[in-house]
């Protein structure tokens, strides 16, 4: 008898989620050598990620709360990386 598994989630946190969206609406990026998040600082690409946001949000997440975690996430990311000398990467 064939048995199937329910398939798992891509994505299994509300932050993991956020991340995604924020690296797709090209407002953060990764330090190449150390690989941590830095801001874009691009206001265009924060609101499309606030808009995807809006839009699509995760289940059982509103488009209110979906919204608040993307501007959380990006107030919690800086646009240096903190192993970088002087932040240059």
């Known amino acids: 008898m064939l ?3 329910e398939r798992r989630p891509a994505i299994r946190t509300l932050r993991g989620w ?3 969206v924020l690296q797709e609406a090209g407002a ?3 330090c190449e050598e ?3 998040a830095k801001d ?3 206001p265009h690409a924060r609101e499309r990620a606030a808009d995807f946001a ?3 949000p995760p289940t059982g997440v509103s488009p209110a709360d979906a919204v608040a975690e993307v501007r959380q996430e990006l107030d919690s990311i800086g646009d240096t990386c903190p192993e970088c000398p002087d932040g240059d990467c």
């Open 3 to 5: 048995m199937t598994k």
């Open 18 to 20: 956020v991340v995604g």
């Open 28 to 30: 953060i990026h990764e």
């Open 34 to 36: 150390h690989g941590w």
């Open 40 to 42: 874009k600082a691009d």
């Open 54 to 56: 809006r839009r699509e």
